[in-house]
């Protein structure tokens, strides 16, 4: 099994920081990529940063150069830091896992998710 729990959100005002973190837990060598999605009031849950173990990130055009996405060495941990914090930014952030092979039926995994607020 695979668990992925997500910390570190909070309250913050605009144009300040918060840093995501993601603890994986069990089998984490079947994971291939680490991937934040968000989903605000009344919208959709969007992806908004993958890493690939083999480095590769990619962001969303609405966060593009505000937000990183890394993990450390071992993969134990995935973080998302947010600079520059916009209103907009306000949103409940889930840390996905996606798998190397399916694991009870499923090729991802999902933690519960952290609220960010970002005051204007």
């Known amino acids: 099994q695979v668990h992925v729990m997500e910390s570190g959100g909070g309250l913050v005002q605009a144009g300040g920081s918060l840093r995501l973190s993601c603890a994986a837990s069990?089998?984490?060598?079947?994971?291939?990529?680490m991937n934040w999605y968000r989903q605000a009031p009344g919208k959709q849950r969007e992806l908004i940063a993958t890493?690939?173990?083999?480095?590769?990130?990619n962001y969303a055009d609405s966060v593009k150069g505000r937000f990183t996405i890394s993990t450390d060495t071992t993969w134990n941990t995935a973080f998302l830091q947010m600079n520059t914090l916009k209103p907009e930014d306000t949103a409940v952030y889930y840390c996905?896992?996606?798998?190397?092979?399916?694991?009870?039926?499923?090729?991802?995994?999902w933690g519960q998710g952290t609220l960010v607020t970002v005051s204007s």
């Open positions: 996905n896992a996606g798998l190397v092979v399916p694991l009870e039926g499923s090729p991802e995994v």
């Open positions: 069990g089998t984490i060598f079947v994971i291939n990529a």
């Open positions: 890493i690939t173990r083999g480095g590769d990130t």
